[in-house]
């Protein structure tokens, strides 16, 4: 899961890139916006997924 997250992150940013070009050539707010939160909503899958990743780690080096 670790080595996954990384790639959420890239997407995210082609998002969000991808986003801040609509609003900046076409003009098109809602569509600008939807890109940008899904540019947010990668991120915070990328950040749980991460936190989850290293619990698990830390829990399995507690219990043996």
């Not at 003009?27 to 915070?44: K, P, Q, R, T, V």
């Not at 989850?52 to 830390?58: A, F, Q, R, S, T």
Request: proline fraction near 2%.
């Amino acid at each position: 899961m670790k080595r996954v997250a990384p790639w959420f992150t890239l997407l995210a940013s082609v998002f969000f890139f991808y986003g801040y070009y609509l609003l900046m050539f076409t003009g098109d707010l809602l569509e600008s916006l939807m890109f940008m939160l899904a540019f947010l909503s990668f991120i915070y899958a990328s950040v749980i997924m991460d936190d989850e990743w290293v619990l698990k780690i830390g829990e399995n080096e507690f219990s043996s």
